[in-house]
C-alpha cells in the first residue's frame, strides 16, 4: 500500500495515532466526502472557501466561473491547503471535557495547475459530476464550447496530504465510568430524502434510479 512522505506540515502533532498517511485511507474519504474547504491567501488576507470537489487518481480536481476570484488566485499556482471533514457521530462522554465527534478527515497542501486541455478538462469535469451523481454524467446534455471557455478547471496533486480518524466510545476519566450519567455515541451519516421533481418537468422524464435511490456511501 502507498505511503505518501509527512513532512514537517502534514505531520500530525496531536493524537498521531488516529492519523494515516496511506493512500487507501485518504483516497475512501475524499471519494466518500462532497465538500472541500480550500484555504489559501491572496493579498495577505487568508480565505476558507467552501467547494465541491472530485478525485481523479492522485489528484484532486476543483471547477467554477473563470470570474472566481478563488480559482483565479489558485491558478497562479501559490500554496494551497484543501481539508474534507466527514462526520460520523457525536460522543458523548460522562464529563464535559471528554466530549468528542468520530470523525474522518483529509488535510491536502500543494500548488494547484489550471486544466487546458479539452479532453482532460471534460475528464474532469464528468469526474465532479459522476462524484456527486454516479451516473449522471451520461444522461445530460454535455458543456458546449462557451461553457468550457467559461469553466476554470484546477488540479491539485495529492502528494502532501494526512487523514486523520476517530472512532469508537467516547473515553472518559477512569473515575467518571461510575457516574450514572449516559454516555455513548450518536451516529450521524448524510441521507438523501425523496427527489423533488422541478415544476417544468416534462411528463416523458421520471427520475432515474440513481435519483430515486441516491445515497452516499
Ligand atoms: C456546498 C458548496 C459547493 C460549492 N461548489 C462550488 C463549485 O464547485 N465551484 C465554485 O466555483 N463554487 C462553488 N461554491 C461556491 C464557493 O463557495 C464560492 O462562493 C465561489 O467559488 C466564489 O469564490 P470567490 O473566491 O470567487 O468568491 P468571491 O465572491 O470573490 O468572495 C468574496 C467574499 O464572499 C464571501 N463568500 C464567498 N463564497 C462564500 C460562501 N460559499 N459562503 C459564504 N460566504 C462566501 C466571502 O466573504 C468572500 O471573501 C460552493 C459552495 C458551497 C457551499
Redesign the pocket.
Known amino acids: 500500500m502507498e505511503k505518501l512522505t509527512q513532512t514537517a506540515r502534514s505531520t500530525l502533532r496531536r493524537l498521531p495515532l488516529r492519523g494515516a498517511f496511506d493512500r487507501r485511507s485518504i483516497n475512501q474519504i475524499l471519494d466518500e466526502g462532497f ?1 472541500c474547504h480550500v484555504g489559501f491567501v491572496a493579498e495577505g488576507q487568508p ?1 476558507v ?4 470537489y472530485a478525485r481523479v487518481e492522485d489528484k484532486l480536481i ?4 473563470q ?5 483565479r488566485t489558485l491558478g497562479q499556482g501559490i500554496e494551497v491547503c484543501v481539508t474534507v471533514t466527514l462526520i460520523d457521530g457525536l460522543v458523548l462522554a460522562r464529563s464535559a471535557f471528554h466530549h468528542s465527534m468520530n470523525y474522518r478527515s483529509v488535510v491536502a497542501f500543494g500548488r494547484a495547475t489550471v486544466v487546458d486541455e479539452r479532453e482532460e478538462k471534460l475528464a474532469a469535469l464528468r469526474a465532479l459530476s459522476e462524484h456527486m451523481i454516479p451516473g449522471r454524467w451520461d444522461d445530460v446534455r454535455e458543456p458546449n464550447e462557451r461553457e468550457l471557455q467559461s469553466t476554470t478547471v484546477l488540479s491539485l496533486p495529492i502528494d502532501e496530504a494526512s487523514a486523520k480518524v476517530r472512532t469508537g466510545p467516547p473515553l472518559d476519566d477512569e473515575e467518571d465510568y461510575d457516574l450514572p450519567i449516559w454516555a455513548g455515541v450518536i451516529p450521524m451519516r448524510l441521507v438523501a430524502d425523496a427527489p423533488i421533481d422541478d415544476p417544468r418537468l416534462k411528463e416523458n422524464a421520471a427520475a432515474p434510479d440513481y435519483v430515486r435511490e441516491y445515497e452516499r456511501r
Open positions: 465538500i480565505f472557501i467552501p467547494t465541491g476543483i471547477h467554477g466561473s470570474a472566481s476570484r478563488m480559482l
